[in-house]
């Protein structure tokens, strides 16, 4: 690293670490970060056991896609964050590229045109990359711009967000747009921009909402609005899933039913009850103390990622460790307000205990690169 | 851009990010509280209403229906089984496109229209919501394999067992032991709630005759279950059941061999037999001819089917004759003879002289003597009761009926039943009609006239009796005036039933005891007599019965009848050129029982015979009789009568027995 602005200062650091390289910051892993992962990807399997109606082939199935994301986290975590820093204008192109070829050539899937399937490569969703591509560029373009940002940044900013974000829509995954969308957004609100705008946007939204509604909408949009408000309108059809959903959550009480004792899921009312809607089985089998454990587990894990981000080094590092931290507390919200009825649905997994693949390997991206940011950075500074 | 990067405050960069990272985090905390306070109004404060909720969602309760009670005869013979078939039935709410997969059922087990009819027809009654409704019953193996396999393509289609009444003998007593069908709207409507309950498991009921009659016994209690249901209303576990109570297994006095021996005497004829056991009132069988196979109704009768049944209006085989009135005709004529006796208007000397016509006083109008229709002309001449009875001298009844009046001839006649039903559990039988001045009020508004009292004496005009009444009849004439009330209904779960009748019948009293030992010689003597040299001094049935048999080892007291279908003249009926159709020809009918006048063994078996177009009641009916009498007596009873006679008690106390 030539340039000095992004060598962190040994002020705020304990002397003794410059010198005793511990053997995890060797082998680049952070270990609180590590545990909580490991804690909230082993209630996921134990969840998605009794979700699944006790299908071992599903649980090992996930467990391995979680062993995949534990070693693309470490093999993530090997290189030093500026060097993502470096490419992140040409990852971003790259993948600006790769959503155009999904337009082309894209495989549908659950109703969204987002897969690639190229010869040589196992099929995956180039927007997914685009979650922690995004914020890297932002980071990247704010991190060498002084900070709070000016408008003509802001205006950029918002160029390299919607780009993505619209050629997302276009595939129809409402959903992973607006985590990309979420994620940039973020690193320009960590970066610090004025309030007065973040509050202006924010009523300009509230006033653009109902003209949203009533002439851009989708037909099935509007209902997911509609069924919020009051689920009972269509209780067999729109609103059957929240209905049932919050029927097992509330069924399952302070102290829950018992693991594989949830009568909701198990005779089959919570629908997606192994992705999206794992949080009603998880509730209604374990209580509500189930349900504050897993928030713990969060908690402890979002806690730690505002460490690494407050600790970094330089303003990319922060800015990008901050918006991973925040999007996946974003997942992790989104999901749980949908399942209990406290925001509208919205296609989104519960990180780490729905099952998935690709969305899981992306997670372990970001954390990586969060142990990157906390384990390079410190050595640098040596 | 060097100009940028001196711009640069790395502290106060530090600084902003800081303080933005401390926002989100209390953005964060905000979140995940508010998220915190719905779950705990969710799990804690809502917790009863979603628990019940989800308790809803998966209980159910349901019916268990009970197993029909079994129709045994009196020797342990099934009448009414229960069997089991597979049902395709269909859950409304889970098919899409009903027509749809009704179109491919075709294609895979041929549906009719009928079928289709059929089914439209119980979707249409109410019901509870995803419960099946039967499409076909009594799947054939090969059609159950052919929905199975294709079963993932049917949502909502599905093969259910069934327990449903199956009649082992078919046609045999069909009309008296009755059968069940599915239950229909009007039966449902007539529910009240505890019934309505009670049948909630239930698809068929008793529609006629015995299953009709104790359908409440038979039925039983329904159960209840509560099970598990999964999202596709599939049953995943019991929780809790009742038990129904099965129906009780009743007997019945009916003997299947007696009836069968019944229904072969009657042979191809149309008509009816009813036979009671004087003693106990316990009508051992019941004929209707033709029948019908009561298996076809019970899984529902195809319309193709049922037009067959109900179109054939000669033969109408789903008309019960045993229990449907006709002109008695001749067979009233012993029981006015006695009432002629009791009230004093004849004696065992009083004779007449019969021309062979009766004429009311100032009246042109002759009555004719229809026993003479086809002798020679004139009448019985010297004719006292005895020989009107034996000879079925019409003259002689004219005369008697017309000083016995109608007032006094309907009360003594009703004593045995005539006009009324004296059956303690056919309450469906018909009550025909016993004239009489308020009857004919009532009915006709018209006053009576003495002719209809002419008419009335030889079992005519008016009078209608049914083949079950005629059998109550001679049964009370058996009995010496001991009304012994006909029942079908011996024992509930071998246990022998008692019925509590609410207004049990008058025996008949007459002044003189000895009154009933004349009608029973008389009775005796229609089937007994012997042709001597006296021109026609012989009983009327003696010629097909007691001379087709000579060994005959027990005597019969009988009477035969025939009765006008319709009002031909005598000219036309007796005019060569006109061929009667057989549609118009008189009915034969008999009544008998036996044995008679026998000291050491009481009468066992009273007998009605009833032959539609049969003309003859003397050589037609008379025979059919006497085979039923000889099958009871001599096969089923077994009674050894030479060794009575000889005085042995063994046989006597086994026949008590």
């Known amino acids: ?79 030093n964050v500026h060097f993502f820093r470096q490419w992140a204008p040409t990852l971003y192109a790259a993948g600006l590229g790769l959503l155009g070829l999904v337009l082309l050539v894209g495989v549908e899937a659950n109703g969204a045109k987002s897969w690639l399937d190229l010869p040589g490569l196992p099929s995956f969703q180039p927007s997914e990359l685009m979650k922690f591509v995004v914020p890297m560029l932002m980071a990247w373009y704010l991190a060498s711009r002084p900070l709070p940002p000016r408008f003509k940044h802001l205006f ?57 509604f009533l002439f851009l909408a989708q037909e099935h949009q509007k209902n997911r609005i509609l069924t919020f408000f009051n689920p009972y309108r269509d209780p067999t059809g729109a609103g059957y899933n929240i209905i049932q959903s919050q029927i097992a959550i509330g069924s399952g009480g302070i102290y829950g039913k018992g693991w594989g004792e949830g009568a909701q899921s198990h005779l089959d009312f919570i629908p997606e009850s192994n992705t999206d809607f794992i949080l009603a089985v998880l509730a209604e089998e374990f209580g509500l103390l189930g349900v504050l454990f897993l928030i713990s587990l969060y908690l402890f894990v979002l806690a730690r990622g505002c460490y690494i981000a407050y600790a970094a080094n330089d303003t990319f590092s922060r800015l990008l460790a901050g918006s991973i931290t925040l999007t996946f507390f974003f997942y992790v919200f989104v999901n749980m307000a949908m399942v209990s009825g406290l925001l509208p649905v919205i296609g989104l997994p519960l990180p780490l205990i729905s099952r998935g693949g690709t969305s899981v390997v992306t997670l372990f991206i970001g954390f990586g690169l969060l142990m990157s940011i906390q384990t390079h950075g410190r050595s640098l500074s040596i | 851009m060097a100009g940028k990067w001196q711009l640069k405050d790395h502290e106060a960069e530090r600084e902003l990010f800081s303080r933005r990272l401390v926002v989100a985090g209390v953005f964060v905390l905000l979140l995940f509280a508010a998220l915190i306070i719905k779950l705990v109004n969710l799990q804690v404060s809502q917790y009863e209403y979603f628990s019940a909720r989800s308790d809803g969602n998966r209980l159910h309760s349901q019916y268990v229906p009970p197993a029909r009670g079994l129709i045994f005869d009196n020797r342990g013979q099934l009448l009414a089984d229960n069997q089991p078939i597979f049902n395709l039935t269909i859950v409304r709410e889970q098919v899409g496109d009903l027509d749809e997969t009704l179109d491919y059922l075709d294609t895979l087990i041929d549906l009719s229209d009928d079928e289709r009819e059929q089914f ?20 054939s193996d090969a059609d159950k394999s052919k929905v199975a396999v294709n079963g993932y393509k049917l949502p909502g289609v599905a093969i259910e067992p069934q327990f449903v009444r199956q009649y ?110 004087p003693n106990t009132g316990g009508i051992l069988a019941m004929v209707s001819k033709p029948g019908f196979d009561p298996n076809l109704f019970v899984t529902g009768i195809s319309n193709k089917n049922y037009s067959v049944l109900v179109t054939d209006e000669i033969n109408t085989p789903l008309f019960d004759r045993s229990t449907s009135p006709y002109p008695p005709g001749s067979t009233i004529k012993p029981f006015l003879g006695l009432g002629g006796l009791h009230h004093g208007l004849v004696d065992y000397e009083f004779t007449i002289e019969d021309p062979g016509y009766f004429r009311l006083p100032g009246v042109s109008y002759r009555w004719g003597d229809y026993t003479l229709r086809t002798a020679i002309g004139g009448g019985h001449g010297h004719t006292d009761l005895q020989k009107a009875i034996y000879q079925s001298c019409d003259t002689f009844f004219y005369d008697l009926g017309n000083r016995m009046g109608i007032d006094t001839m309907h009360g003594f006649m009703a004593q045995f039943g005539f006009g009324e039903n004296f059956a303690v559990d056919i309450n469906y039988a018909r009550t025909g009609v016993l004239p009489s001045r308020e009857w004919k009020r009532a009915t006709r508004n018209e006053p009576w006239y003495p002719g209809d009292t002419i008419n009335s004496s030889i079992g ?152 539609e177009n049969g003309e003859h009641g003397s050589s037609v009916a008379g025979p059919i009789a006497k085979k039923i009498t000889d099958t009871y007596l001599l096969d089923i009873l077994q009674i050894d009568f030479a060794a009575l006679d000889s005085g042995s008690d063994t046989l006597v106390s086994l026949v008590d027995e």
């Open chain 1, 1 to 79: 690293m030539n340039n000095q602005d992004f060598i962190r200062q040994s002020d705020g650091l304990d002397s003794k670490s410059r010198y005793t390289k511990s053997i995890w910051r060797t082998i680049h892993t952070d270990p609180p970060l590590l545990v909580g992962i490991s804690l909230l990807c082993g209630f996921g399997l134990i969840v998605l056991f009794s979700a699944s109606g006790g299908d071992v082939p599903v649980v090992r199935r996930q467990a391995l896609t979680m062993v995949v994301g534990l070693v693309v986290m470490f093999t993530v975590a090997q290189f």
């Open chain 1, 156 to 212: 950029w900013s918002a160029v390299m967000i919607l780009v993505p974000a619209a050629l997302i829509i276009i595939q129809n995954d409402t959903g992973t747009a607006i985590m990309v969308t979420m994620s940039g957004i973020f690193v320009v609100l960590l970066a610090g921009i004025r309030w007065r705008i973040v509050i202006a946007g924010f009523i300009a939204l509230l006033l653009a909402s109902p003209a949203w």
């Open chain 2, 120 to 139: 439209n027809i119980r979707l249409g009654r109410n019901r509870v919501p995803f419960s099946s409704v039967p499409l076909r019953y009594v799947l």
């Open chain 2, 168 to 277: 082992p003998l078919a046609d045999l007593a069909a009309h008296s032991v009755g059968y069940v069908s599915e239950i229909n709207r009007a039966e449902l409507d007539s529910f009240d709630d505890e019934e309505r309950e009670n049948y909630g498991g239930t698809n068929h009921i008793g529609k006629t005759g015995i299953e009709r009659t104790y359908e409440d016994l038979l039925h039983g209690t329904v159960g209840y279950e509560i099970v598990e249901k999964n999202n596709r209303g599939q049953v995943m576990r019991r929780l809790d059941r009742t038990d129904p109570i099965a129906g009780k297994n009743i007997s019945l006095y009916l003997d299947s061999q007696l009836q069968i021996a019944a229904e072969e005497a009657l042979g191809d004829y149309r008509g009816a037999v009813v036979a009671i056991d």
């Open chain 2, 460 to 611: 005519q005009g008016y009078m209608w009796a049914t083949p079950l009444q005629l059998a109550t009849a001679a049964s009370i004439m058996a009995n010496k005036g001991k009304v012994v009330q006909p029942r079908m209904l011996k024992a509930i779960d071998g246990e022998p039933y008692q019925p509590d009748i609410q207004d049990p019948v008058n025996d008949v009293v007459v002044n003189d005891a000895d009154y009933w030992r004349y009608i029973e010689e008389s009775m005796s003597m229609v089937v007994h007599r012997a042709y001597n040299d006296v021109f026609r001094e012989y009983g009327t049935a003696y010629a097909a019965i007691a001379m087709e048999d000579r060994e005959m080892p027990y005597k019969m007291a009988g009477k035969s009848g025939s009765a006008q279908v319709v009002g031909i003249s005598q000219e036309i009926l007796q005019s060569e050129d006109i061929q009667v159709s057989d549609p118009n020809k008189d009915h034969a009918l008999f009544i008998s029982y036996a044995p008679a006048e026998n000291t050491n063994i009481k009468p066992q078996i009273a007998i009605a015979v009833f032959v």
